[in-house]
């Protein structure tokens, strides 16, 4: 059984800075792809960005070069380092992990970005 589970979220400013964790346990291995999505209010849930077992990563266009993307492979966990935060990003956010093809997700964390 795989069981994730995100942490970091609250309120910040527009401008301001988060960081997200999610820290998986069970049969999670380095060669599974992990990543970020997000759902806003009466909105679908859409992607953010992962990171493959190679470090290799992919972005959303509206976050590149704000959010940046990591794992620790020993730790089982994925990080989101978000900067410059927008009104517009203001989201729970899930992460999920690709287990050949089984996705699990966690039960996600709310950001929320307003003065």
């Known amino acids: 059984q795989v069981h994730l589970q995100e942490s970091g979220g609250g309120l910040v400013q527009p401008g301001g800075s988060l960081r997200l964790s999610c820290a998986a346990s069970?049969?999670?291995?380095?060669?599974?792809?992990m990543g970020w999505y997000r759902q806003a209010p009466g909105k679908a849930r859409e992607f953010v960005a992962n990171i493959g077992s190679g470090g290799a990563t992919n972005y959303t266009e509206s976050v590149k070069d704000r959010f940046f993307i990591s794992r620790d492979n020993g730790k089982k966990s994925v990080y989101l380092q978000m900067y410059n935060l927008h009104p517009e990003d203001t989201a729970v956010y899930y992460c999920?992990?690709?287990?050949?093809?089984?996705?699990?997700w966690g039960q996600g964390t709310q950001v929320t970005v307003s003065s």
């Open positions: 999920n992990v690709d287990r050949w093809g089984t996705i699990y």
């Open positions: 069970g049969s999670i291995f380095s060669i599974n792809p």
